[in-house]
């Protein structure tokens, strides 16, 4: 009797073992461009996450808009989008946290005209439809750009579409510009021969945000502080070994070499938590878009901000509230 009760309970504790030794999961939302498609590629970030017993899982989305709804949705984790997104996302409930930033890349984005087009500057784009990813990065270039310009939003006509969508639109002359960003944006130039009217040069700084649902980095914030440094080291290696990095995104992308190395070649690394200055540009695009009413409510922008208690170091200091 005491030898079969002896043999019960090690079939239980046996369970129990089992049960908690079932690996974590990590999924992460990523798109045609930036570093996390190379990290995917490179799978040292599911090499170091096993030593935690985190299985990592990748889903790819056309644009930032559909990739913060996933999160929003309990879908996905963790991933990156340009500035606008968030900001869309936080005014409609989304309970996510901006974790880190990669720096500014401003000509990664562009509003694009034919190469024959008769439109010489951003003023002519007046009455005219200009295709884009509604919420994304370029949503705030083509406002500022606008604004050089002396117009507004409510100047032109914006043909919401996905980035597959806005090319053929812009490709069968259906809009009179497209605004969009890499490695769209160098296809469109390589193979279209397209114009580009302005980037965000002067204008914008393009930062690349990564994001989490706070539910998983309040959970989990020994898992996002390495994924946040597998980033940064896979922008160093990047920055080293660009005709590596070219070699093994290209075909990932369905893209020529000679276009996505123009595309890594626009991009910004060096992920960081986010300083002060940078929580304040992404709180001036709030602003910007809440005035215009593209958004319905105002939004503070710190109290969505990763701030991991037990950080140490520079970047700590930097973000301190």
């Not at 509604?134 to 032109?156: M, Q, T, W, Y």
């Not at 279209?192 to 690349?208: E, I, K």
């Not at 649902?213 to 080291?233: C, F, G, M, N, S």
């Amino acid at each position: 009797m005491h030898i079969r009760i002896l043999f019960i309970g090690l079939v239980i504790l046996l369970g129990l073992g089992t049960f908690q030794a079932r690996a974590e999961s990590l999924r992460i939302g990523y798109q045609k461009y930036g570093t996390l498609v190379l990290l995917k590629a490179r799978g040292q970030l599911e090499s170091r996450l096993a030593a935690r017993n985190v299985q990592v899982q990748w889903f790819e989305f056309p644009g930032g808009p559909q990739l913060l709804e996933a999160l929003n949705a309990g879908a996905i984790d963790f991933g990156t989008t340009g500035e606008a997104p968030p900001i869309f996302a936080q005014a409609a409930g989304a309970d996510l946290l901006y974790v880190a930033n990669e720096p500014p890349a401003p000509a990664g984005e562009a509003i694009l005209v034919q190469k024959n087009a008769s439109i010489p500057s951003v003023a002519e784009l007046k009455g005219k439809k200009v295709a884009l990813n509604k919420g994304s990065n370029v949503h705030f270039l083509l406002v500022r750009a606008l604004e050089e310009a002396g117009l507004s939003i409510r100047d032109i006509t914006p043909v919401y579409l996905p980035p597959a969508d806005g090319r053929a639109a812009f490709e069968s002359g259906q809009v009179a510009a497209w605004a969009i960003w890499d490695p769209f944006q160098a296809a469109a130039e390589q193979q279209l021969q397209a114009r580009t009217l302005r980037d965000g040069t002067g204008l914008v700084a393009n930062h690349q945000f990564y994001l989490a649902a706070r539910h998983y980095a309040d959970r989990h914030p020994e898992v996002i502080r390495t994924l946040i440094q597998e980033i940064r080291d896979t922008g160093a290696w990047i920055t080293r070994h660009p005709e590596e990095a070219t070699a093994l995104v290209a075909p990932l992308l369905g893209l020529p070499a000679a276009i996505t190395r123009i595309s890594i070649a626009r991009q910004g690394y060096g992920a960081r938590l986010l300083t002060p200055e940078v929580i304040a540009a992404q709180q001036r695009i709030a602003d910007t878009f809440s005035a215009l009413r593209l958004i319905p409510k105002p939004l503070n922008i710190r109290n969505a901000v990763w701030m991991p208690e037990t950080e140490q170091g520079p970047e700590r200091t930097a973000t301190a509230r």
